[in-house]
């Protein structure tokens, strides 16, 4: 690993799919990763276009990941966020910036080509307490990429939902609090459609880090325990979705989907 650039750069906040290294990595293969932070007076949605947003609301927080951007970084974030067809706009914001520790602060490429960040982390003897608890600061100029076009709440796309998903384990294993993404962006990630219409002992898996069971008809939400109690009570044929955590490792090739964990 190299350490991390003398050189004061672009500081980027990410509260969507950047949240996935792997993602960012390949969007930005000159960045470094910096910390986690705190936006205020922001609450975070799914627009009608069916990706994340952010729009003003006293009292609230988003949290997200921070990287610097390397050369070319900024005109790749442009291309990707859809800055000149108006998906986005570019804004630059204060925020509070949790550094995390030094051994941290390196290549976001590496964080994902050396094992992911739990492994990384790991290997640094570090924790995500740790870096939690890692002394806040105010940025006043962080590079935010935000649509004032799509602000209506909408529905998540299918594959932006996976996205997140990896996102999310990311950012927790990075010290953002697991209560935000429970609070803020569960509740709209997972109530998006069944992918498909199936008997109830079949699955349809979208990567997410808890169980639920739910039945179309009635909406009924039961618990991991109860799921297959239930399942054999039913007597009929309905539409239900399993969620349930997804093994992710991480390789020379990026992070892989394997086999649900139980």
């Known amino acids: 690993m190299s350490g991390a650039p003398t050189a004061p750069r672009q500081l980027y906040f990410a509260y969507g799919s950047n949240l996935w290294l792997k993602q ?28 994340a947003n952010i729009v003003p609301a006293s009292g609230y927080t988003v949290h997200g990941l921070v ?26 914001l204060p ?3 949790h550094r ?15 094992g992911g960040p739990e ?3 790991g290997a640094l003897q570090l924790q995500r307490t740790s870096a939690r608890k890692h002394r806040a600061y105010l940025h006043s100029k962080v590079l935010v990429y935000i649509s004032y076009d799509y602000v209506a709440p909408g529905d998540p796309r299918t594959e932006y939902v996976d996205r997140m998903n990896y996102g999310i384990r990311d ?11 429970q609070t803020a962006l569960y509740p709209l990630l997972t109530a998006r459609r069944p992918c498909t219409t ?24 039961l618990p991991a325990t109860h799921a297959k109690a239930h399942h054999q009570n039913m007597g009929h044929t309905g ?24």
């Open 24 to 51: 960012m990595a390949t969007r930005c293969p000159n960045s470094y990763y910096v910390g986690r932070a705190v936006l205020p007076d922001y609450r975070w949605l799914i627009n009608e276009r069916g990706f």
């Open 67 to 92: 990287y610097e951007l390397g050369a070319g970084d900024e005109a790749r974030l442009d291309r990707s966020e859809g800055v000149s067809k108006r998906a986005y706009s570019k804004d630059y």
């Open 95 to 97: 925020l509070l910036l």
């Open 100 to 114: 995390a520790p030094r051994a941290l602060r390196i290549p976001t490429q590496s964080l994902v080509e050396d």
């Open 119 to 121: 492994r990384v982390i």
């Open 171 to 181: 950012a927790i294993a990075m010290g953002v609090p697991e209560d935000f993404f």
């Open 198 to 221: 199936l008997p109830v002992d079949s699955l349809c898996v979208p990567v997410v880090p808890q169980l639920y069971l739910h039945q179309k008809l009635g909406g009924v939400g």
């Open 239 to 262: 539409t239900v979705i399993i969620r349930r955590p997804v093994g992710v490792h991480y390789g020379t090739g990026g992070m892989v989907a394997s086999s649900p964990v139980p």
